[in-house]
């Protein structure tokens, strides 16, 4: 069972950046395609970003297009999600997860998630 960490949110002003980072267990680490996840209070999850296991290829929700960057180094098992310019629609608890896709329908492959990382845009 991989054990996935999150951390790196905060309390952060319209317009700021926060690095969000993600510890990955699991040794196929690099095997794995990664995304991150957010959910809003009220809201439904939903992906923000998703990375290939080579980093080669990603995948941006189109509200973060421009803004968020998805990467990883596979020698740290850590995936991260740089984002810029942030709104305060983009306060939520984000999570990142083992991912598939469907057409670009990206969905968990894990059936549990951590504990997440809150993160507040608020001024």
């Known amino acids: 069972q991989v054990q996935l960490v999150e951390s790196g949110g905060g309390l952060v002003q319209p317009g700021g950046s926060l690095r969000l980072s993600c510890a990955a267990s699991?040794?196929?680490?690099?095997?794995?395609?990664m995304g991150w996840f957010r959910q809003a209070p009220g809201k439904q999850r939903e992906v923000v970003a998703a990375?290939?296991?080579?980093?080669?290829?990603?995948y941006y929700a189109d509200s973060v297009k421009g803004r968020f960057t998805i990467s990883r180094d596979n020698a740290k098992n850590t995936v991260y999600l740089q984002m810029n310019s942030l709104k305060p629609e983009d306060t939520a608890v984000y999570y990142c997860?083992?991912?598939?896709?469907?057409?670009?329908?990206?969905?968990?492959?894990?059936?549990?998630w951590g504990q997440g990382t809150q993160v507040t845009v608020s001024s």
């Open positions: 997860t083992v991912v598939g896709t469907d057409h670009d329908n990206w969905y968990s492959l894990l059936d549990y």
């Open positions: 699991r040794g196929t680490f690099s095997e794995d395609s």
């Open positions: 990375i290939s296991w080579s980093g080669s290829s990603t």
